[in-house]
């Protein structure tokens, strides 16, 4: 449970990207997405230095609050910021 200092004072997304933002490796993947410079798991665990399983595990956290989505091509999943998001997480981060 996260506690907030005026529920009034932060809509229910502005809270999902500060709880999401506690992590840094959270942080580390949405920047890197957000930079362009990796979209697929295998490319997240190879510049974050932590393995796929533990990508795919931060990644389903971040898709069910709706951070992430997930686009599938091939045999790979491509993962993009959520544009609703985006404004807020640049702003946080």
């Known amino acids: 449970i996260r506690y907030f200092q005026n529920n009034s004072m932060y809509g229910e997304r502005e809270k999902k990207v500060l709880v ?54 091939g045999r790979s999943i491509i993962y993009k910021i959520n544009i609703s998001y985006k404004n807020l997480i640049e702003r946080y981060k």
């Open 20 to 73: 999401a933002s506690q992590s840094i490796t959270n942080q580390r993947i949405i920047s890197e997405i957000l930079n362009g410079k990796c979209n697929t798991n295998v490319e997240l665990a190879r510049e974050i230095g932590v393995s796929r399983g533990t990508i795919s595990w931060y990644m389903k956290n971040l898709k069910e609050i709706g951070l992430i989505k997930e686009t599938k091509r």
